[in-house]
């Protein structure tokens, strides 16, 4: 057939049932068109404009293009894409970027009607792009922006400055926006083979024989491999080594998202159709979905170590006798579910093998080094014959800190002899990676007259699936912010993580604490109602502050700023009529005892550029920025002269990407390498060193474990306070949102984590929900997530205080997991204002708040 793309005629013969989209990447090379739900049609990220509308090419097949015009991101004018990608930086509307490309071409086309709409018909533009690092509401600006230049207005002055401090924009912007930075799943190696993979059908079976021959003879196929093809450990896991990568003959299945065999074919459909013809022969087992049935006695044992997995405790003073002579006491449960992290690159890895059984492993984890410690022990070949290479991630939230797909494209790689690209489809994906616990909550407290806490009892039992994950140390964190941000002199907390046979549940954003924040929110707001004061008063007097005690028993120094916060929502929370009002701590750095470095090398080059390598995923957070602003203030070169690696090839293991650490120790790091290297150069130009690579290095070694008898739990926390307000017919309009942050290195990065925060924040509160039953996904598009869409997020007004923390990098601490902690619970507040309704099960989607922001949400026989 022919058709015009990007202005020429070409000619083209798609093979039968291909999308536009495979035609578009596979056959012509254009990358700018992104995979993030094919074939469902709901991300957006593969828009494109035929005739003029702009359609999702992943569900439009390549046929009913035939004599019509395609335009993608590369075909637009050279002026319109300076406009696009000068907007997107300048305005923070890219965060990973995965995203941005299909939103730039939907907003192409509207603006085409006229250069003048309002801000809320951009937003019902963009009802089919999902975007879930930016909560839209910076995406909204950029298209704003080049809406009133488009009306003849000058585009706005650009804010000078590109060290601490600045609102400098996202290193490699541009290409983010435009479609031109890679992801690993636009890269392309001479000779690649593509990968699939065979899923297990039931959650929990028993594996009596897995025949690959059919696969092995499908046309295409160059080798097909299962466990018994493993030349080291198939277990493998990030703390506990319980996840086989391939399931063996004779094993018992733990999920639905258990791989029992991989297909590498010189195309992807060829894999895929392949991966289907494997057979397995199953014995079908029981499965257990019920955490308190996987803790009885009678239970089936799951893993070799019981189905218990982890019990967290904290344990001060004598919470019995504080209750007894309390004057207030309530007790209530509270309930919290699934949630996908919904990140919109799905699982990609790309391996080229090399000599010895070695491999490069082109990556999208969150811990480079992590992820070559596991290939490397699946592979059986030593660390240094793996090398991994970061690339920058579309989006993870904590969802990619267990391994993807890099050890099944490793063994396809290594067995074949030729470079394998494998990458999962989002139903995959769905079932493929661990979620967010499910928690039950039960909650004891009791405070004095004045409402001030005596005491807490909290027993929390966390789902955490078939595989351990960080699912010991998920549930040991929602203890230790059991108390949430409040002084309470006796306490008694026990979290329990255990095994069953749902879907793996592990980090994402937030890690326990906004689970058990919802809860400990809602007990201040039962205590506010029997003292007779208002939510801000019971909060206020008993936020923590400087040498008070968390719930853990640290003493906290310098650097608390939970008063500051309140303080700055106090008159916006009285005087509106429908509001609720949440605090929250997160922690920064692992911490309970656990010895945390940053690394980082800084290398002149002979043109006067710096190259700066370090450890951390850059996976939208802006880590890659933030580290090239504090070199650009320390060095005093400007940002275009400072290139970022991420790369296994210098020994620079920090572990995972997790815990909002990256900034304070990477930062730090980056600091000790600049000054060691202003201080070699003595007044000479960076070429006098071109070669030289300077190390830096920030080491935390005085965290404790909690039963310490002077524990240091974390080495910061970030502190918040947030204020939700309804309309008078009930829908979310705004989110006040007053963080202290330490000191904002760039308040442009800041407010775009603080605004993706709160709208993952209200999606957990109204509507979000990864549906599970009998251990099989129910849940199986973006769409039936019912993330909330541009259209029902409200306004979120970003208050930033800067109360310095001492061991941050000039006085900063961790955000972006802060950011979503309190959202849930001040939404509930609020709508217990609207209503008179107390709610303590999430998602409350049978609120009006709830029906009014995401659009399918119906109400059918009284339920949502």
Not at 347 to 368: F, H, I, K, N, T
Not at 522 to 537: F, N, S, Y
Not at 780 to 800: A, D, F, N, Q, Y
Request: proline letters at 5%.
């Amino acid at each position: 057939m022919e058709f015009t793309l990007n202005g020429r005629t070409v000619t083209a013969e798609p093979r039968e049932g291909q999308s536009l989209l495979e035609l578009l990447r596979e056959g012509f090379g254009l990358h700018s068109v992104k995979d993030g739900c094919a074939p469902e049609g709901s991300c957006g990220a593969c828009t494109v404009i035929v005739d003029g509308r702009a359609v999702v090419c992943c569900a439009q097949k390549a046929t009913r293009v035939e004599g019509k015009s395609v335009v993608t991101q590369e075909g637009l004018a050279d002026e319109a894409r300076e406009l696009w990608a000068r907007s997107f930086a300048s305005t923070g509307a890219s965060q990973c970027g995965f995203c941005s490309p299909g939103i730039v071409m939907k907003a192409e086309v509207l603006l085409a009607k006229g250069p003048s709409p309002a801000r809320e018909e951009i937003a019902h533009a963009l009802l089919g792009n999902v975007c879930r690092c930016t909560g839209y509401t910076k995406v909204l600006d950029a298209v704003e922006r080049v809406a009133a230049v488009r009306r003849g207005e000058p585009f706005p002055e650009e804010q000078s400055g590109e060290g601490v401090g600045a609102r400098a924009p996202r290193y490699e912007a541009t290409g983010l926006a435009l479609g031109d930075a890679p992801f690993v799943g636009d890269l392309v190696e001479p000779g690649m083979l593509h990968g699939a993979l065979r899923f297990s059908d039931h959650p929990r079976a028993r594996i009596v024989r897995i025949d690959t021959s059919r696969a092995e003879a499908a046309p295409g196929v160059v080798a097909v491999v299962t466990a018994a093809d493993v030349r080291g450990e198939s277990r493998q896991g990030p703390l506990t080594r319980d996840r086989p990568q391939l399931v063996a003959a004779g094993e018992t299945t733990a999920y639905v998202g258990d791989v029992l065999a991989a297909v590498a074919a010189e195309t992807r459909a060829a894999a895929r159709e392949a991966a289907a013809l494997v057979e397995v022969e199953y014995e079908v087992l029981e499965p257990v979905t019920d955490p308190f049935e996987a803790m009885a006695a009678s239970a089936p044992r799951l893993h070799p170590s019981g189905n218990v997995l982890s019990v967290s405790r904290v344990r001060r003073g004598d919470v019995d006798a504080a209750l007894a002579g309390a004057a207030h006491v309530v007790e209530e449960s509270f309930r919290t579910q699934f949630i996908e992290h919904a990140f919109l690159e799905p699982e990609s890895a790309l391996v080229v093998p090399g000599e010895d059984g070695g491999c490069r492993v082109y990556s999208q984890g969150q811990g480079a080094w992590e992820d070559r410690r596991q290939i490397a022990s699946f592979l059986g070949v030593p660390e240094e014959r793996v090398r991994v290479t970061q690339v920058a991630t579309g989006g993870a939230f904590g969802g990619k800190e267990d391994l993807g797909v890099q050890c099944q494209a490793a063994l396809l790689a290594v067995v074949t002899g030729r470079p394998v690209q494998l990458t999962l489809t989002r139903w995959e994906s769905l079932r493929f990676h661990p979620k967010r616990h499910p928690m039950w909550l039960d909650y004891t407290a009791g405070c004095d007259e004045d409402g001030r806490l005596v005491a807490l009892r909290a027993r929390i039992v966390g789902d955490t699936g078939a595989y351990a994950s960080v699912g010991d140390k998920v549930l040991e964190r929602a203890a230790g912010h059991a108390c949430g941000p409040y002084a309470v002199a006796n306490v008694d907390v026990e979290a329990t993580a255990v095994y069953t046979n749902n879907p793996p549940c592990g980090a994402m954003r937030g890690f326990g604490v906004s689970q058990s924040n919802f809860a400990v929110e809602g007990i201040l707001d039962l205590l506010a109602e029997r003292v007779g004061v208002d939510g801000w008063e019971i909060r206020w007097r008993n936020a923590l502050d400087v040498g008070a005690r968390t719930g853990t028993g640290q003493l906290l120094g310098p650097g608390v700023g939970l008063k500051q916060t309140l303080l700055a929502v106090r008159d916006a929370y009285r005087e509106a009529r429908y509001a609720g009002i949440a605090c929250g701590l997160k922690n920064t750095g692992i911490g309970n005892g656990v010895t945390e470095r940053g690394l980082a090398v800084l290398r002149p080059e002979r043109d006067g550029s710096v190259t700066l390598f370090h450890s951390w995923t850059e996976m939208g957070q802006g880590v890659h920025t933030v580290l090239r602003q504090i070199a650009c203030e320390e060095l005093g070169v400007p940002a275009e002269r400072v290139h970022v690696v991420v790369d296994t090839e210098r020994e620079l293991d920090t572990g995972l990407t997790t815990a909002s650490r990256a900034t304070v120790l990477g930062g730090n790091a980056v600091i000790d390498a600049a000054r060691q290297l202003r201080a070699a150069l003595d007044g000479r130009p960076l070429e006098a060193l071109a070669g030289e690579e300077i190390r830096g290095e920030y080491v935390v070694d005085w965290t404790t474990a909690n039963d310490a008898e002077e524990p240091v739990t974390h080495l910061a926390y970030a502190w918040a306070t947030q204020v939700a307000i309804l309309d008078d017919d009930g829908r979310l309009v705004k989110v006040i949102a007053a963080h202290d942050v330490g000191r904002a290195l760039n308040p442009l990065l800041v407010e775009g984590q603080i605004e993706g925060g709160v709208h993952m924040g209200v999606g957990q509160a109204l509507a979000e929900e990864f549906v599970v039953e009998g251990g099989v996904p129910v849940t199986e598009t973006l769409k039936s997530l019912h993330l909330v869409p541009p259209t029902g997020m409200p306004e979120v007004e970003c208050i930033l205080i800067e109360e310095p923390q001492p061991e941050g990098p000039y006085g900063a601490k961790g955000v972006g997991e802060a950011s979503l902690v309190p959202t849930a619970a001040a939404v509930a507040g609020a709508l217990h204002a609207y209503d008179g309704i107390r709610r303590t099960r999430l998602p409350m989607k049978d609120s009006p708040a709830a029906l009014a922001a995401v659009p399918h949400l119906v109400r059918v026989g009284g339920h949502t």
